[in-house]
């Protein structure tokens, strides 16, 4: 079985202060590069290991450009999983899981 593996996206709109670029536009373009390669090498699954996003509210720009590519890979039978990193809960409690966008996520069927 083969599996892709990346971490530490951090997506989010607004971009760090160092970055003038279109830093979602740049995320994402790293995100589409690894659907491409999740498809070119017929992987079983992708597997996200934490900080996906850089909160855990990362505004629904940045959430529904992350679910149209999750969907693409279940769609092709590509699971998707991973775990939850610091940053995808406040305050490192992990309780407050139930209010963060990668629950969304895995509400949706698009995160394991």
Do not use: W
């Amino acid at each position: 079985m083969k599996l892709l593996d990346f971490s530490d996206s951090h997506f989010q709109v607004k971009a760090p202060s160092s970055r003038l670029d279109d830093y979602l536009g740049s995320l994402l373009a790293k995100l589409d590069d690894i659907c491409e390669l999740a498809v070119q090498h017929k992987v079983a699954g992708v597997l996200f290991n934490g900080d996906f996003f850089h909160t855990p509210q990362p505004g629904t720009r940045a959430l529904g450009e992350v679910c149209m590519r999750l969907r693409y890979l279940r769609q092709l039978g590509i699971d998707v999983g991973g775990v939850f990193g610091s940053h995808d809960y406040q305050g490192y409690q992990t309780a407050s899981v139930k209010d963060s966008a990668v629950k969304y996520l895995i509400e949706l069927g698009y995160f394991r």
